[in-house]
């Protein structure tokens, strides 16, 4: 029996299995990069793009991307090592791509680390091209980015960066509950 790749827009149950997986293929020293505060930033202002791959209810893959109204953004790529080549990245960066295309976006942009040219290839194989231009970049938190806005999700219940010792309630929670699912899309913004 062969199993079959499901690509899907992200559940609050994937969270605990998207930051391992970002964690693992895509470290990072950076305190803005920190997975757990990715997301609850992503969904704090969350638009549909964030999308998961699942191979036997196993997340293997994720994508998130961001359109600010000018051009799109692919960021966090990622797919577990062992299914590397089979055709799940580039499954998750046309689900991106289409949703980008969806929302009118003109041009989708991502940026790679210049050492990175198994990532390079990949992408150009995808139809992306190396373009004239500089990336420059400016960190607005030195130490940590600890002051990610928290989000109030029913009185009782706040979303905020997720420390170590808040990770087993939280998981918890998503897990065992459609509230917080139910309660996002009604969040106020901005």
Not at 9 to 37: C, K, M, R, Y
Not at 91 to 115: D, F, H, I, M, Y
Not at 142 to 163: F, G, K, M, R, Y
Request: net charge negative.
């Amino acid at each position: 029996m062969t199993s079959k790749t499901i690509i899907h827009q992200f559940q609050t149950h994937d969270a605990e299995a998207l930051i391992v997986l970002w964690q693992t293929v895509l470290p990072s020293s950076q305190p803005w990069n920190d997975p757990g505060d990715v997301l609850v930033r992503k969904l704090n202002r969350y638009d549909g793009l964030v999308f998961i791959a699942e191979l036997n209810n196993a997340v293997v893959g994720v994508v998130m991307a961001g359109y600010d109204g000018v051009r799109g953004w692919i960021y966090g790529l990622a797919v577990s090592a062992e299914h590397r080549k089979s055709g799940i990245g580039r499954r998750l960066l046309k689900a991106a791509e289409s949703a980008l295309q969806s929302r009118g976006c003109p041009k989708v942009n991502l940026q790679v680390r210049s050492t990175s040219s198994e990532v390079l290839t990949f992408y150009e194989r995808c139809g992306y091209q190396t373009e004239d231009r500089v990336s420059l970049g400016k960190p607005l938190c030195q130490s940590s980015c600890a002051d990610v806005p928290t989000i109030q999700v029913t009185d009782e219940i706040n979303l905020s960066s997720i420390s170590d010792s808040d990770k087993p309630a939280y998981l918890k929670y998503l897990n065992e509950t459609d509230e917080f699912e139910s309660s996002m899309m009604s969040v106020p913004f901005p």
